[in-house]
């Protein structure tokens, strides 16, 4: 059965209304005195509002949406299956869309990825927006060490553990980057997307397509500071050894409020493993 359309008129009435914010009641019943069905009434606004939107969306220049990780639905599971560890659901939010996650490594599993990275370290860089290479910037005080995927044993764990929990394909992810700041080192905020008006965007995005979402992993307890931070709605995750916070963004924009930072550390130092997912197979 082909769904019922509204006619042209009807269907910019309804759109205005949206705009306004009027309530769905008295956008559905013109439509019911018309004769409508109330299912069939609800499904054509839907259909009249949601298509607005991607127009408006398309004149704009917004990037189209992409299918991203969904670990876990609002108010669902504690603790969710990442094959050989339960994984604890602390805190959830909607925009942007933010899960912290409890004991996602144990404590060893932690302490060899630093032992493992140490001899590795070198000063961070950024992605220069013109070239797509390395640049050392004062936005990014930390060292770090970027292993390839399955580089070894535990690295190769720990993404297979990543992508059970998120049901994304292992090959769609990034080896893990391990970054150390001490004191005073921070990452100023940032998205972790590419940005696709860039020029440097292209090579990484030939590479398996955008990054969809981040999974920060914390591998030690900074004495003071360190947090995660999203300016865009004041929130901020506690670095917690074994703990993680994962983020996604459907699509290469601030309106994901995926803003982001590692905010300086005060006392003691910080050791992280980011793991980034992408849209495809990233070789
Ligand atoms: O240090 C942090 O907490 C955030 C790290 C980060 O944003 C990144 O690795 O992209
Ligand atoms: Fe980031």
């Given at each position: 059965?082909?769904?019922?359309?509204?006619?042209?008129?009807?269907?910019?009435?309804v759109?205005?209304?949206?705009?306004?914010?009027?309530?769905?009641?008295?956008?559905l019943?013109?439509?019911?005195?018309?004769?409508w069905?109330?299912?069939?009434?609800?499904?054509?606004?839907?259909?009249?509002?949601?298509?607005?939107?991607?127009?408006?969306?398309?004149q704009?220049?917004?990037?189209?949406?992409?299918?991203?990780?969904?670990?876990?639905?609002?108010?669902?599971?504690?603790?969710?299956?990442?094959?050989?560890r339960?994984v604890?659901?602390?805190?959830?939010?909607?925009?942007p869309?933010?899960?912290?996650?409890?004991?996602?490594?144990a404590?060893?599993?932690?302490?060899?990825?630093?032992e493992?990275?140490?001899a590795?370290?070198?000063?961070?860089?950024?992605?220069?927006?013109?070239?797509g290479?390395?640049?050392?910037?004062?936005?990014?005080?930390?060292?770090?060490?970027?292993?390839?995927?399955?580089?070894?044993?535990?690295?190769?764990?720990?993404?297979?553990?990543?992508?059970?929990?998120?049901?994304?394909?292992?090959?769609?992810?990034?080896?893990?980057?391990?970054?150390?700041?001490?004191?005073?080192a921070?990452y100023?905020?940032?998205?972790?997307?590419?940005?696709?008006?860039?020029?440097?965007?292209?090579?990484h995005?030939?590479?398996?397509?955008?990054?969809?979402a981040?999974?920060?992993?914390?591998l030690?307890?900074?004495?003071?500071?360190?947090?995660t931070?999203f300016p865009?709605?004041?929130?901020?995750?506690?670095?917690?050894?074994?703990?993680?916070v994962?983020?996604?963004?459907?699509r290469?924009?601030?309106m994901?409020?995926?803003?982001h930072?590692?905010a300086?550390?005060?006392?003691?130092?910080?050791?992280?493993?980011?793991?980034?997912?992408?849209?495809?197979?990233?070789?």
């Amino acid at each position: 059965m082909t769904a019922r359309q509204l006619s042209a008129e009807r269907e910019q009435w309804v759109v205005e209304q949206a705009m306004a914010g009027a309530d769905p009641d008295s956008v559905l019943k013109p439509l019911r005195a018309e004769g409508w069905d109330e299912q069939a009434a609800i499904d054509a606004v839907q259909a009249a509002v949601s298509d607005f939107i991607e127009r408006n969306a398309q004149q704009t220049g917004l990037p189209r949406p992409v299918r991203v990780p969904v670990p876990a639905e609002p108010n669902g599971a504690t603790l969710l299956d990442a094959g050989d560890r339960q994984v604890q659901v602390l805190a959830s939010l909607m925009l942007p869309r933010v899960l912290v996650l409890g004991g996602l490594l144990a404590d060893d599993e932690c302490d060899a990825l630093i032992e493992l990275a140490r001899a590795r370290l070198r000063r961070s860089t950024t992605v220069d927006p013109e070239s797509g290479g390395d640049q050392v910037h004062a936005d990014r005080t930390s060292r770090g060490t970027c292993f390839t995927r399955g580089q070894n044993a535990l690295c190769a764990r720990i993404e297979a553990r990543i992508a059970r929990l998120l049901d994304w394909p292992l090959d769609h992810g990034e080896g893990l980057q391990i970054l150390n700041y001490g004191p005073g080192a921070e990452y100023r905020p940032h998205h972790d997307y590419f940005d696709p008006a860039e020029p440097g965007s292209q090579v990484h995005l030939a590479r398996g397509g955008q990054r969809v979402a981040s999974v920060v992993m914390y591998l030690n307890t900074p004495k003071r500071g360190g947090a995660t931070t999203f300016p865009d709605v004041h929130f901020e995750v506690a670095a917690v050894k074994g703990n993680a916070v994962f983020f996604s963004y459907d699509r290469a924009h601030p309106m994901t409020r995926t803003l982001h930072a590692g905010a300086p550390v005060i006392e003691g130092e910080k050791w992280i493993a980011t793991k980034w997912l992408r849209e495809g197979r990233h070789d």
